[in-house]
């Protein structure tokens, strides 16, 4: 890749209600004890009912804004990445856009799940490198709480709502992005859905309507045999080597199924970033939000090689590799 885009900042927005795991020991039958032993989540964030993808997106964009002292009302792309938008349309994107009046902006909605965060970066690395675009924002913003059924403790126990906005930019200098693979098998669809207008996925009536369902224990294989190869692909296309990675940054499905990762890549737990034990799994912002958080605690340091890789419904999966 002859990336000629840079990271410029980002800023992110936490609904202010927490849904603890003593608060889920009321509502289903588990345990914090259980629910830390499967998944590592302790909490979560929830959006409240009149808030949606849009409203956390918005708010992700005014931290980044406050943090990092930029514009952008001369953002030539918006790009959200979320599974839960407010409507069929309009999109969430071009609500953020109208928002901060950027009158010559494009916008775009992706939806590909948890692996959707990494599908923005690289489209807008795209758009500038082509010679597209000069300024891209791109939000991941996910209100996963409004389709969950909290009735199914394999499920609510799991999510959280969050939104992180990024700022990329066109520059002269040497770009952030090194390297990107991706891969899908929409065959596999059935095994993470949630229902709109049709109930059936590749011919399967799904069991609930217009509420997220996904068969986690093929899931959990499905990760474990083949992510790790996906990240080896990634880290061939770059032509580097583990060592040259300072950060793992997968998303933060749950903490088992990420140590099971970094055990068949030989990686450190202690270089991998994650963000679910406060924040839960949040879809396609739980990358974004490991990286937040690590640059929150000067864990990040600027010229640091990270690999960034996503997975989940469609079923898709694929990553980046990026200097910061």
């Known amino acids: 890749m002859n990336s000629k885009s840079k990271i410029i900042g980002l800023g992110t927005y936490l609904p202010h209600r927490k849904l603890t795991n003593y608060d889920l020991e009321k509502m289903v039958d588990t345990s914090d004890e259980w629910i ?47 599974f839960t938008p407010d ?30 965060f990494v599908y923005g970066l690289c489209v807008a690395d795209s758009l500038i490198t082509a010679g597209h675009s000069n300024k891209v924002l791109v939000i991941a913003s996910e209100v996963a709480s409004k389709v969950l059924d909290y009735s199914d403790r394999n499920t609510c126990v799991l999510f959280g709502d969050a939104a992180v906005a990024m700022l990329i930019e ?20 059935q095994n993470v859905a949630c229902s709109n207008l049709s109930i059936k996925v590749n011919g399967q009536e799904l069991e609930k309507e217009r509420l997220f369902q996904q068969n986690g224990k093929f899931l959990y294989e499905y990760v474990v045999k083949n992510i790790p190869e996906g990240v080896c692909n990634l880290l061939k296309k770059s ?27 030989n990686f450190p737990i202690e270089k991998t970033l994650i963000s679910n034990e406060f924040y839960g799994n949040t879809s396609s912002a739980s990358i974004p939000l490991a990286i937040w958080m690590a ?30």
């Not at 409507?87 to 959707?116: K, R, W």
């Not at 583990?242 to 990420?258: E, Q, T, Y």
């Open 170 to 189: 066109r520059t002269n200098e040497k770009g952030s992005f090194i390297a990107s693979y991706f891969a899908s098998d929409g065959k596999l669809a």
């Open 87 to 116: 409507h069929f349309t309009p999109t969430v994107s071009a609500l953020v856009q109208g928002y901060f009046g950027m009158e010559t902006a494009g916008t775009m909605d992706i939806n590909s799940g948890c692996t959707g």
């Open 36 to 82: 830390v032993r499967r998944t590592g989540v302790r909490e979560r964030r929830l959006a409240e009912k009149e808030e949606f993808s849009s409203d956390l997106a918005i708010k992700a964009v005014e931290n980044l804004i406050e943090r990092h002292n930029v514009r952008v009302d001369d953002v030539d792309m918006v790009i959200v990445t979320t």
């Open 295 to 324: 640059v929150e605690e000067s864990k990040i340091k600027s010229g640091d090689k990270m690999i960034l890789y996503g997975f989940g419904a469609g079923l898709t999966h694929g990553g980046l590799v990026i200097e910061w």
């Open 239 to 265: 032509n580097m080597k583990f060592d040259d990675i300072k950060w793992f940054v997968p998303h933060s499905a749950n903490l088992r199924m990420i140590k099971a990762i970094c055990d068949r890549l």
